[in-house]
């Protein structure tokens, strides 16, 4: 037997069950139908065989993506006004949100999926789309012709595109070139919404607005701003004042300007609809009333409306994340939403009667402040306002709403917890500004790299030539030694400018750490006591073990340094999962399996200027010549190039805590690697093509090559070096090619030189050249790579394996 009441039915689309078994969970409690569908086909067949009121579909799927579903379902007349709730776990796109609404989108939710954003949203458009369904039936019926829009601008051409757009719509267009036009045609049409422009001569969009909402026959008119001008808060506001209920700024975008008329369009109709159910029911009513003279059953039917409609709207605020407290105009507690009881030191049995201070002791202060602003009709709130709750610092925005018209003097307050949010712009502006650094700091090590190979190249060379004296040997090693230190500098610099390390392998950080406690222990102040807690399982990692090795130490040192009389250093490890961690702290960490690596000290701590920078390039808190101020900044580099986080706390007198997450890996045994051969007395044979913008680089360079055999051709930028493969292609064995050059860059003439000689043998000499670049032109045929700056059996070696002296591969 089939049950007379109907569910409703609801569609979730996605190819990942477990996806489609938490949303069926999430919406267990709503009494709904739910049909799945793992792909797009069988969406569309589960379309032809049942009536969905709701659409919940994945956008990343195999075969057929989610929007192609639903450009088809909005295509066919069926299926075509489901709404659709996209769901995905991409990175939020505006231009891709933007397509996705193009194609008949109401909502987008983001995955990990908050349950409770997802089941409001689900309450909403149901009831919203069968009250539209009820709607239209009724609008139908009563319709008399086609819905009217007025566009009011003093530019023809303005109004002639506003026209062809609104075009595409079951409506009637209507123009107006001045403000007293546009009242004018008002006195003889009733619209469906407004589109005006601010900016017109004699009388503005705002003066025009604000006639229209003075009066009655206009003042329910939905009215939309258009504007040339940059978008600005305060004349935004001053258009909302005025009743404004949307701002456009021209250029116009179609989907946007069609996508708000629809919105304003249903509401029209759905007025007009609701105006003829109205009527309807009057009538029937009189009419029951007449032949009946049943009143208490048409008091029962309206009491159960009521009680409906009460139901609904009490669903809908408890829905709703925001703290809502109903309270009267001495601040005492009316009613409260679910979400106010959880924060709520009181149960909303406890708290009614009570002030609204009782129930909330943590915002007491905030809340009488906001109480005593309440006047006038008019909202108030307060902002940011920071509190300290379970020791933890909490931020809040608070406002209160005057209930106009309610016969008594009544206030709603809103609160909302927006620390996840602070906390997360807080995170994203030290992003920007850590990789801002992160630029200059890979622009700085490149120049000084470029002038450092010039200087190394020539120090060889005059070794080479003079080293028969024992005296100038002397003084050229000292040089070199010199240059040596300094290229390590830039290539701290560079450890925090790169995205991606060198080359790794696997990692044991538990050996890492005993290695570095090991060198601490022979070298720091006995009155420092080391202690070790190394509690995770996995502590095996895919990373670069002197670079990590290198941050660590950097990490110790800089927490020895905090304790001058003495104290405890401790390192400790354990694995968690990144769910573990509270949103706003995981940054891009992906999910799955970590090693956290705590160095803790009990020294000075650091004031709130001193943290703020602290992982900057050549900020130091040492006297001159104790420091370069490099080694926290490389600490932060290694890790980013790792693939993980560093978080660093601290307080003033009591000490710092460096937090450090990185992936875990099982580790394999991996092969041996055959020895290095020594190329030292190896001399080649060949043409090189030297081409660098630096002409001491290319002077110095000639020697260099010139002494291990090989004839040179140099080329000062890409353009030149092109001419010179043009002209003499066949005779080059080989290219060493700077990165970062004006006229061209190394890539676009990597690129041009292999399509004039495909199998050319290029080797990249940079000062600076980010790991993502080498990946991609090691992928089109990348010969090698040499970091300057370099010593001659270094560039020896790798012209001896790109020219199979050796068979090596010079990377």
Excluded: W
């Amino acid at each position: 037997m089939v049950s007379g009441i109907e569910k409703t039915k609801v569609l979730i689309v996605d190819d990942i069950p477990e996806n489609i078994k938490v949303l069926e969970n999430a919406l267990a409690d709503l009494d709904l139908e739910i049909v799945s569908a793992s792909s797009g086909n069988e969406a569309l067949k589960a379309t032809l065989y049942n009536d969905f009121s709701l659409i919940i579909l994945d956008i990343l799927m195999p075969g057929m993506n989610g929007l192609e579903v639903a450009d088809m379902l909005k295509q066919d007349e069926a299926t075509s006004d489901i709404p659709i709730i996209f769901v995905t776990a991409m990175d939020r796109d505006e231009d891709y949100e933007l397509k996705a609404y193009s194609k008949g989108a109401i909502d987008f939710i983001y995955k990990p999926l908050n349950l409770v954003v997802l089941i409001s949203k689900v309450k909403a458009l149901l009831y919203l789309y069968s009250m539209k369904k009820d709607v239209e039936r009724a609008f139908i019926r009563h319709e008399t012709g086609k819905p009217k829009i007025l566009i009011v601008d003093d530019t023809p051409e303005n109004l002639l595109v506003l026209r062809k757009l609104l075009a595409k719509l079951e409506v009637e267009v209507i123009e107006a070139r001045s403000g007293n036009d546009a009242l004018t045609k008002t006195l003889y049409n009733d619209f469906a919404v407004i589109f005006l422009d601010v900016q017109m001569p004699e009388m503005d969009g705002y003066e025009v607005a604000e006639i229209l909402k003075s009066e009655d026959k206009t003042s329910g008119i939905p009215i939309i701003f258009i504007t040339a001008i940059d978008r600005d808060d305060t004349k935004e506001i001053k258009g909302y004042d005025k009743g404004a209920v949307d701002f456009i700024f021209k250029p116009f975008n179609e989907f946007i300007l069609l996508s708000k008329a629809r919105v304003f369009l249903d509401i029209y109709k759905m007025r007009a609809g609701l105006e003829g159910l109205v009527a309807e029911r009057t009538s029937a009513l009189e009419e029951t009333n007449r032949k009946l003279k049943d009143q208490i059953q048409s008091k029962e039917i309206v009491e159960q409306e009521l009680l409906k409609t009460r139901t609904y709207l009490t669903s809908v605020v408890n829905s709703i994340s925001s703290i809502l407290i109903g309270v009267d105009n001495k601040g005492v507690i009316i009613e409260m939403n679910t979400q106010a009881e959880r924060c709520s030191v009181l149960s909303r049995v406890e708290a009614l009667g009570k002030s609204v201070e009782d129930a909330f002791p943590f915002l007491a202060q905030p809340l009488l402040e906001l109480m005593e602003l309440v006047g006038n009709n008019e909202p108030v709130e307060k902002t940011s306002v920071v509190v300290e709750v379970d020791n933890r610092k909490m931020i809040y925005n608070l406002a209160a709403f005057p209930l106009v018209g309610a016969g008594s003097e009544q206030v709603v307050i809103r609160i909302d917890d927006i620390t996840d949010t602070k906390e997360m712009e807080n995170e994203l502006n030290q992003r920007r500004h850590m990789e801002s650094l992160g630029q200059l700091a890979g622009g700085v090590a490149h120049d000084f790299n470029n002038m450092l190979s010039a200087i190394m190249g020539a120090t060889e060379l005059l070794g080479i030539k003079i080293n028969e004296n024992p005296d100038n040997a002397k003084l050229i090693n000292s040089i070199m030694t010199s240059v040596e230190r300094a290229a390590d500098l830039t290539g701290k610099l560079l450890s925090f400018a790169r995205n991606k390390g060198g080359e790794k392998s696997f990692v044991d950080m538990h050996r890492i750490i005993k290695d570095t406690v090991s060198i601490l222990q022979r070298s720091i102040d006995k009155r420092i006591r080391l202690v070790e807690k190394l509690d995770a399982s996995k502590p095996t990692i895919m990373g670069d073990d002197s670079e990590l090795s290198n941050a660590l130490l950097n990490l110790a040192i800089n927490a020895r340094d905090a304790m001058p009389d003495g104290g405890d250093l401790t390192i400790s490890t354990m694995n968690m999962e990144i769910h573990d961690l509270p949103r706003s702290e995981r940054g891009e960490l992906e999910a799955g399996q970590y090693i956290r690596i705590s160095v803790l000290d009990t020294g000075t701590g650091m004031t709130e200027e001193v943290k703020s920078r602290a992982f900057e390039p050549f900020y130091t808190t040492k006297e001159p010549g104790q420091g370069t101020g490099l080694g926290l900044a490389s600490v932060y580099g290694t890790i980013k190039a790792h693939s993980g986080l560093i978080r660093m706390e601290s307080t003033l007198g009591e000490g710092s805590i460096f937090t450090i997450l990185l992936p875990v890996c099982e580790a394999v045994e991996s092969e041996k690697k055959p020895a290095v051969q020594d190329d030292t007395e190896v001399k080649l044979q060949g043409t090189a093509l030297l081409v660098d913008d630096e002409e001491v680089i290319r002077a110095v360079g000639v020697d260099l090559l010139r002494e291990i055999g090989m004839k040179v051709l140099t080329a000062e930028n890409g353009p030149k070096a092109i001419d010179i493969m043009r002209e003499k292609g066949d005779e080059i064995t080989v290219i060493l090619l700077d990165m970062i050059m004006p006229v061209m860059n190394g890539p676009d003439c990597y690129r041009e030189i292999r399509r004039i000689k495909p199998d050319a043998k290029i080797i990249i000499c940079s000062g600076y050249a980010p790991e993502e670049m080498i990946s991609k032109l090691r992928l089109e045929g990348l010969e090698g790579f040499i970091q300057k700056p370099f010593r001659l059996d270094r560039l020896r070696m790798a012209l001896s394996a790109c020219l199979g002296a050796r068979g090596r591969k010079p990377f």
